[in-house]
């Protein structure tokens, strides 16, 4: 089964510093992932997917097959992106149980 | 248009009581999923459904839980005999297509056992 870990449960940054949220995961296959991102009192949401190598809200995400790492990095964290953050891999057939990682926390403080 | 909708948003039951939690998947999209996000316990896969397949039942933690799907669309999660460790969020989404994709989500039924 795919899975993915999130070994950091929260992150607390000052407003204007790097944030870097850790995701590895263990993969038979192209790997493809994604990471969602839950604000206060708003519904998961897709933040970005690998594939599209975009930058959303600042954002991005290198897939490392060497380190088998997806790590989620915004060089200025800014208060607005306080929220939940989960990495995850892609839907599959049915057979294979789906897993988000444990998801973490970022607290942007002023 | 619209997105996924979860319905009720809260539900206060009393513990050996039976739920229903209802997800109205959007219009066109083949593949749902049940989720249960706890404090503390991150997002737990639950249950999904795609098209006619058999559905991948293998996150449900007990016989007390149980999944439908009618038509192709609206689903039913059903808890019976509730215990206070069912109180959590249960979150429904829903996907284009079983393979890869982004998933939607709904606003989630916060459920409380008392």
């Known amino acids: 089964a795919q899975r993915v870990t999130q070994p950091e449960k929260l992150l607390s940054v000052f407003k204007g510093a790097p944030v870097e949220l850790k995701c590895n995961y263990s993969?038979?296959?192209?790997?493809?992932l994604f990471w969602y991102v839950q604000y206060s009192r708003q519904r998961l949401q897709l933040l970005l997917r690998?594939?599209s190598r975009e930058s959303i809200k600042g954002f991005t995400a290198d897939l490392n097959k060497g380190e088998t790492s997806f790590h989620l990095k915004k060089p200025f964290a800014q208060e607005e992106d306080s929220a939940m953050y989960y990495c995850?891999?892609?839907?599959?057939?049915?057979?294979?149980?789906?897993?988000f990682g444990g998801g973490t926390r970022v607290l942007v403080k002023p | 248009g619209a997105g996924v909708s979860q319905s009720p948003s809260n539900k206060v039951t009393e513990k050996g009581k039976d739920v229903e939690l209802r997800c109205d998947p959007i219009?066109?999209?083949?593949?749902l999923y049940w989720y249960r996000q706890s404090l503390g316990q991150g997002l737990e896969f639950l249950i999904y459904?795609?098209?006619?397949?058999?559905?991948?039942k293998s996150g449900l933690p007990s016989d007390r839980f149980s999944a439908e799907r009618t038509g192709g669309s609206v689903s039913t999660l059903t808890i019976q005999r509730t215990q206070q460790e069912d109180s959590a969020v249960y979150l429904c989404?829903?996907?284009?297509?079983?393979?890869?994709?982004?998933?939607?989500f709904g606003p989630g039924t916060r459920l409380t056992v008392t």
């Open positions: 690998h594939i």
């Open positions: 219009s066109g999209h083949t593949a």
């Open positions: 989404a829903s996907s284009l297509g079983g393979q890869g994709g982004e998933q939607y």
């Open positions: 993969y038979s296959g192209s790997p493809e």
């Open positions: 459904f795609q098209g006619n397949s058999a559905p991948d």
């Open positions: 995850a891999p892609p839907v599959k057939a049915a057979g294979n149980k789906l897993t």
